[in-house]
C-alpha cells in the first residue's frame, strides 16, 4: 500500500540524510537500546545487551502466533542474506525487542509458510516459544528450580507487546497456547490463498470453468518453479478448492472492467510459485489465447513432463488468506484489532480513492469507457507480440535432468531401496547434509509462494 | 499513485547509491545532453547548449496545451524555491529538452491554476509560444527575415514530442493553436474540480444537501486561507455548482461503507486551499459534528468576520477535473492517447487490487464489516477528542488585520481614491512592486488550490 511505500520513502530519505551527514564528516551512530518499545526497529540493529536477562528464570510457553502483513514494502516473509528489508527480520527483531525471546536458534521457531517478495499475508501462522509469567497451563514448561507462583499473574500480552514495536505493515492478530511439539508448519490443516484481479476484457466465466480443472490432486510440476536444488523432487498436491468469484458478491450484476473478481485456492501445500503460475494460465485462458482444456495437459506430466515457458502473474494481488489449524483456542485482544482495524482502514481509504481518481481519469479519455484489451498487466515480462500457444513454446528442463545436475554435484545421492528402485536424498555436499536419511528427503514447502 | 512512488523510491535508491558511491571516493558525474530526447529529465540537471541552437530562425506558435497528472509524487505544480520536484519543473526540462521553447522567460507562459501537493490534475491547462514549422495558421508569427516556406510540412507533434520525455505520471493529452493574446490564466470560462471519499458512516445526503449551499456568488474569506501578503484583498467568488454524487453512478444503491462519492464543484476562479476548507466543513457536516446550516454561517462574513480555526481535508483525493476554455480547437494524438490510458490503467489496476486485498482484511477482522465512525481520516491534523463546534472555536487573524501587517512592513499601501475611499496596492518593498498599478492590485489566484 502507498502508505508502506510511503514508509520506504521516509527510511530511504533518513538514510540519504545520514549518508550526506556521513560525507559531511558527522557520524551519526544510534544506540538502539531494546528496552525502549517505542524503537522502531525498522533498521535492524542488533539489539544492545545492557542489562542482560536472564530467560533461565522465567518459564516458556508454545504458543502460535497469527500475523498479517502487507508485503508490498517488503522482500518477503523469510529472512534472506542479501537484505534486511523482510517480514521475519522485523518479526525477530520485536521478540528480541520485547526480550520475549533470548534467540532466534533456541527459540524453536516454525512457520507455516513463506510468501514471496510483495506477497502479503492476512493469515500466517507461525509457533514459538515465548517467555511466560505463568507456572501451568496449556504449552507451559518451567525453569527446574524455579520457585512456583500460586498466585497467577495473568499471562503476558503478547499481541500488544509486539504490535507495539513491529512496523504498523505487520500486525500480530492473536494467539494461541500449543501443546508442546505442535508445529505451525507441519501441523497445519490447510492454506488458501488469493489473487485479485479486475475483470478488463477477460472471459471470466471462462476461468471460473479452468479454475475447478485444478481441484484435487494432481502433479503440479508444469504449474510451479521447480525447487530441485532444496530437495523438492515431488510435486503431487492436493487442491481442496479453487474458484472465480466478484470480489464484491453483491455487485455481481452487469460487466463493467473495473469489477474485480478473486481467484481463491485451497490447499493442504503447495510448491514454489505455484498459485502464481496456475494464475497465469488463468489469465491466458481468460484472454482466449487458450482453452480451459490446456490445464489437463499441464497436469498430464506423462505427455508433458516438460514445463512450457511461459511468466508467472506478478506479485501485489496475492495474499495468503488463511492458514487452518484445528485444536487452538485463538486469543484475540479487542484494542488491538481495533488499532489494526483502523490503519488498514487508512490504508483502504488512500487505495479506494486513487483508485477512484484513476478510473475517472481513464474514462474521461474514453467515453466509451473501455479498458484496452490484453490485459496481461497482471503478467511480468514484456508485452503482446504475436501469441505462441503454450504447447508449442520451447520447455524448461526436465525433472530427470534437474535432479541429474544435481547429483552430479553431490548434493543429491542416489541410493538403492530395498525393492530394487531408486531413492534420492540429500547429498553429503548438501549444506542440509546433516539432515539427510535414508528416504527421499523431500522438504515439504508447505507453502512457498 | 503507487507507481509514482515507486519511481519516488528508486529515484531515492539511485541517490544512495550515489552518495556512497561518493563516501567511497568514487565521484559519479553524469552530463545529461538534451539532445538526447531519451533521457528523463527528473534530475533537473540544467540543459548542457552543446549546439547552439538558433530559435530566432524558427516560426512560433501560440498554443494551449491541456496536462493530466497524478500530484501525489510532486511538492505541488508551481516551480518552488526550495524543491525541484514539481510539476512545472519536469514541464519546463522537456520544452527545454525539446528545444520548442527557448527559455522559460520568453516564453509567453500563462497557466491556467497551480495545484498544490499531492492534488492531481486531469485538466490543467497552460498557454506558451512553441517552436512551430507553420508559415501561417493560427497563433503563427514568423521570423522577419525568414523565407517562407510554400511547402507546408506538418506542424509539431507537440504531443508526441514532449510525453516522450515526461515523466510517465505527467501527461500531455492535446493541444490546441491560440490567438495572440489568449491566456490560459485570464480566459478559462470556469473550472472544475472533484474531491473523492469513502461513506464510511457519513450523512451523505446531508453533505448533499450543504454542498448546495455553497452555490451562487459569495465572500469565501472563510472557507479558504487568505493570501493577503500575495495580494489576494477581496474573497468573493462565484460556484457554477456544488454536488455530492455516488463515484459509481450504477451502483447507487445500497449503503455500503466502502462505496465512494464524489464532492464536484465548479467556479469561476477559487481561493487558496478553498476546495479543501469546503470539503473539510462537508465532513464535518457528514459526521453530524455540524448542521448544514454552519454554510450560512460561514459565508455569513458580516456577523462572522474571522475564520474559525479548522483544518483543511488531505490533498490527495483532489483533482482539478477541468478547466473550460471557449473558441480553442483541441487536437489529440490517438496514440499518445492510448499510451496514457494504457499507463492510467496500470496504475489504476494496482490501486484497485490493493484496495481490495485491504478491504477484505477489514472484513475478515468484523465480520459485521463496519468502517469505525468518524472518519477523520481525510482531515488533517490530529483524531477525534472531544469536539469542539466551528463557532465556538478559537478565530483566525481577521482580513482587517491581516492588511495593517502588511501596510506597517510596506507590502501594502493605502491610498485615497478620488471617491475617498479607500484602495490598496502593493507597496515598494513588495517583491511584486514593479508590477503595482494605483488600482487595487489583487492578484487573480485563478486556482491556487
Known sequence: MSETLIQRIKELEEEVEKL?????????????????????????????????????AHPRRHVALRLAYLGWAYQGFAVQENTDNTVEARLFEALLKTRLIQDRQSSNY??????????SAFSQVITIDLRSTQY????VSVPEDSKQDTAAAPELPYVKMLNRVLPRDIR????????????????????????????GSLDVAAMTDA???????HDFRNLCKMDVGNGVLQFERTILSATVEPADPQRADGTHPHDLFVFEIKGLAFLYHQVRCMMAVLLLIGQKLEAPE??????DVHNNPRKPQYSMAVDYPLVLYDCHFDGLSWKRDAEELGLAMSSLQQHWTESAVK?????????GLDATSGVSSGLCLLVEGSRQ?????LLERPLCESLESRIEHFVKRGRLEREQDEAGGETLHKGKRSKYSQNSTGAAAEVVNASPE
Open 20 to 56: 550526506k551527514s556521513q560525507l559531511n564528516g558527522n557520524h551519526t551512530e544510534t544506540n538502539a537500546c531494546p528496552n525502549n518499545n517505542k524503537t522502531n526497529g525498522k533498521k535492524g540493529k542488533k539489539a544492545c545487551k545492557e542489562r542482560p536477562f536472564d530467560f533461565s
Open 110 to 119: 516454525h512457520r507455516c509458510g513463506r510468501t514471496d517478495k510483495g506477497v
Open 136 to 139: 501451568s497451563g496449556l504449552g
Open 172 to 199: 500480530i492478530l492473536e494467539w494461541a497456547p500449543a501443546a508442546e511439539g505442535f508445529s505451525a508448519r507441519f501441523d497445519c490443516q490447510s492454506r488458501t490463498y488469493r489473487y485479485y484481479f479486475p475483470r
Open 211 to 217: 479454475a475447478k480443472r485444478y481441484e484435487g490432486t
Open 294 to 299: 490446456i490445464i489437463h495437459s499441464l497436469l
Open 355 to 363: 483508485a477512484h481518481v484513476l478510473r475517472d481519469m481513464i474514462r
Open 385 to 389: 507480440r504475436k501469441y505462441r500457444p
